[in-house]
């Protein structure tokens, strides 16, 4: 069973071996199984449903801002791009709509646990933006005990006051992600963010002072002009800051689906190996700095809720990556963004206009969706302990599903021998345990019991 303690192991051969496209496993089946014919009544039906459970399922609301000044060319994210400040108060209005239509389907004894706005650039809403939308939200659900509500938001530094950061904490938040990418200025200037450690520094330390529980920072490697000294230094200034938790993604480049990628000179992006190289550099460096491993691309310090959560085996995951929210309902706000209702995904329209269509009309956004059958349930669950736990109890697992394991995932297993016979994982009878060199190749793991597999190849890629 993986712990916090479990070093994983960088194999740079093995890696390069795997290296392929493959889901994030946010969710299970990904969205590329959403259709057209998941839509409203499915997901009022969802709710209602829901709502009558023996015990009152929390929730987890996401609120996707899409607006963003200017364009990173590496951004794959849903946005618009505008100078055109009132735009965030017409959206605020907008989205008191769908909450309010959304509020009142969910019955009141289920409290949020959570809060999410993600982008865009979710702080192109002024303060007063924000606190009409918290209004709404206190409004139209029951939010739980302020100490124990994770009251988070994605921010960009470089429109991010001491003022504004404090006026956030003021309104209940106390979770903040900064997104950081890299602070090489000749990477800055490829990708079209050009942001100073000075910027980065007063929104942590702000945010510090006036009590948020935690911090993270994001950053990519893989970009355009990347060196290993340019991002040696990053790291360097990351370790300094000190945040509660770092993300290091990577770049995807992906242009014919992402129209502003276009603009990134696909010769300047590091080779395969060097691209390898930067990722083992940040596993290295974070974790002699203290930081523990959690999987993919998640890193926290020792006495971070997340490592908390992978020692007493309840670490889940979400839309969001790594959560200890995973056992709440996640309701969506905005375009683009996916709900997770019971056995059900919805995922509103991406278009802004269509999206504002129809809100306008009364109508729930919701342009496509799936129900999960027993068997994606099954799959989701497995890929879950993985993922999270890097261990999977199979005769647990069966005696719970009173289904014989070796004979329903006979395909899988015969996919995960040919992964033990390279050290990623170790089976027995009972137990497939992941490996400390499989702790890199999760992915790979978990999509031997994928069974859309095959369909879900074109998606992002695994390191």
């Known amino acids: 069973m993986l712990t916090p303690h479990t070093m994983p192991e960088f194999d740079a051969d093995l890696i390069a071996r795997y290296d392929g496209r493959g889901p994030r496993y946010t969710s299970y089946p990904s969205a590329l199984q959403f259709h057209e014919g998941f839509g409203e009544t499915q997901l009022r039906e969802a709710i209602a449903a829901s709502n009558h459970d023996p015990v009152p399922t929390p929730l987890s609301l996401y609120v996707h801002v899409p607006f963003c000044e200017s364009p990173c060319f590496y951004c794959g994210c849903n946005r618009v791009i505008t100078r055109d400040s009132s735009r965030g108060e017409a959206y605020v209005r907008l989205l008191d709509h769908e909450i309010a239509m959304l509020g009142a389907l969910i019955d009141s004894d289920r409290v949020v646990r959570q809060l999410h706005l993600g982008g865009g650039t979710p702080n192109f809403l002024s303060l007063g933006a924000m606190s009409q939308l918290n209004a709404s939200i206190h409004r139209h659900f029951t939010p739980a005990p302020i100490e124990q509500r994770e009251w988070g938001i994605e921010i960009d530094p470089r429109h991010a ?3 504004y950061v404090r006026g956030l ?3 209940g938040f106390n979770r903040m992600s900064v997104g950081i990418q890299d602070f090489d200025p000749v990477v800055q200037e490829a990708v079209n963010r050009e942001q100073s450690v000075e910027q980065t520094r007063v929104a942590i330390d702000t945010a510090r002072r006036v009590g948020y529980r935690s911090i993270s920072v994001d950053l990519i490697y893989g970009l355009p002009r990347q060196s290993m000294d340019g991002f040696s230094r990053t790291l360097d ?6 945040p509660d938790r770092v993300a290091v993604y990577g770049y995807a480049h992906l242009p014919k689906m992402f129209k502003a990628q276009r603009q990134i000179d696909a010769e300047a992006l590091p080779s395969p190996s060097q691209r390898l190289a930067l990722f083992g550099m940040a596993l290295q460096r974070l974790t002699d ?18 490592v908390r959560a992978q020692r007493a085996g309840s670490l889940q995951r979400n839309f969001q990556g790594y959560s200890t929210c995973g056992d709440c309902d996640i309701i969506g706000f905005g375009p683009s963004a996916i709900s997770r209702i019971g056995d059900t995904y919805s995922q509103n329209h991406r278009d802004l206009p269509a999206y504002t269509k129809a809100v306008t009309q009364g109508l729930l956004p919701v342009a496509r969706g799936l129900r999960l059958n027993e068997d994606d349930q099954l799959r989701r669950e497995a890929i879950g302990e993985l993922m999270c736990h890097g261990t999977l109890d199979m005769g647990t697992f069966a005696q719970r599903h009173r289904i014989h394991f070796a004979s329903y995932f006979r395909d899988a297993l015969e996919q995960l021998q040919t992964l033990a016979d390279d050290g990623l994982v170790s089976m027995t009878d009972d137990r497939i345990d992941v490996s400390a060199k499989g702790r890199l190749l999760l992915r790979n793991i978990a999509m031997s019991f994928d069974a859309y597999a095959p369909a879900a190849s074109s998606s992002s890629r695994l390191i």
Not at 237 to 242: A, H, N
Not at 291 to 304: E, R
């Open 237 to 242: 200034k990351v370790i300094e800051l000190k």
């Open 289 to 306: 700095a203290g930081y523990v491993y959690i999987g993919m691309d998640h890193f926290a310090l020792p006495d971070d809720d997340l």
């Open 169 to 171: 904490g003021r309104l």
């Open 161 to 163: 006051s001491e003022d």
